[in-house]
């Protein structure tokens, strides 16, 4: 099977962000496969080769239980986010599957409209073709601050 | 007639926000049709379906005059921009026309050197080709902060 | 010969952060030619067309020693960066090379996970096909801020 086209891999990092950015948080999980592997570690924690994280979760239902209670925890005043991606590397693509490296910058917007960066890092991907759809097998969040966010309000 | 291409799309968005943030302002309104609509306005009028914004124009002849404005209004020493955009959305994408989101980010680096995220937003365009070019029909900034610029100092 | 490709042109950009964030210095030589151009400077001192810069390179054992020195003094607990690059612009493109511009923005991440806005700027360059590579002939990065960084910790 062929490789996958950058095009197809820019299409898919660029509807996932909106679907985040655009609080459509119940059509986020939909993005993965299931079985699937969705980590958010720290820069730190991923060198160290520590496999867990602030989120693990390797099927679509955990994806999805983690939506439910996010949504549950959103009783104060809300802010929003705004994903800015670069460039992804496509590291490996082959057998109808890719993996890439994508930086990422998140700012957060307050209510009283102060902005500041909430979080930077890199995306490391494995995404696979599954009939016309492209969806992650792995995203593994890397975030450069390992300042724990005790409440990390969105899924990166 | 065939779709747009990724790559003109991209090109358009690189030239564009290329143009504002050489200060090459007299050259901005030939990135629209005639007539357009572009549109500044909040996250939080857009959601609530308020028409109107921080900036409203629909003829090039507007666009012009708002240069022209900027022009006269900039006496103080000032600051610049840099705008960093992220990935295109193609929503719709035929007969000549497509219709794209594009989360931007734009800097401000102030006279002393202090950089700060001026804003962070969404746009919502529909680009159109005309002969061997491409321009927007139509451009809706919607920025995520709902604080008022009261001199909004460049377009977005 | 032919131009060369946008696909081409983001891989190497792409390319060339990841090295950087990852801090792999001293494989970021390897994609410059030799002789080459690599220059820092600020937009206020490109603009007055001073030929210098806060640094200077014209040759690939300059930039190594560059990389070597960057190793000498960092002695101290060592912040992250983290590039963030928009659309190039391709202003020229035949004959096995193009000229590009790209804006870039690059966060610190301090050890305490403090995140600022470090460099905001925008990438001059011409890059050249040699066998099946793809390298910088030249690299003019203009930053916005004038601020001189007195220990410009890593390569832009």
Redo the contacts between chains.
Sequence with gaps: MAGIT??RI??L???Y??CI?RDELEAWPEFFLDPCLYVVTS?ENHRLGFPGGMIYADTRGMLIDRVASLRGANVYEKQ?Y?????????LKNGGGEAET?T???V?R?MH??Q???F????YLDVVRAAGNDLKFAKRIVVC????IHTLLALPL
């Design positions: 950058l095009e820019l299409a990092h660029a509807a962000i909106r950015d820069a929003t705004r994903h800015i991606l670069g460039l992804p590397s496509v490296e930086p990422f910058m700012a917007i009283d409209g902005t500041d960066i979080a930077t890092g890199v450069d601050s390992s300042r």
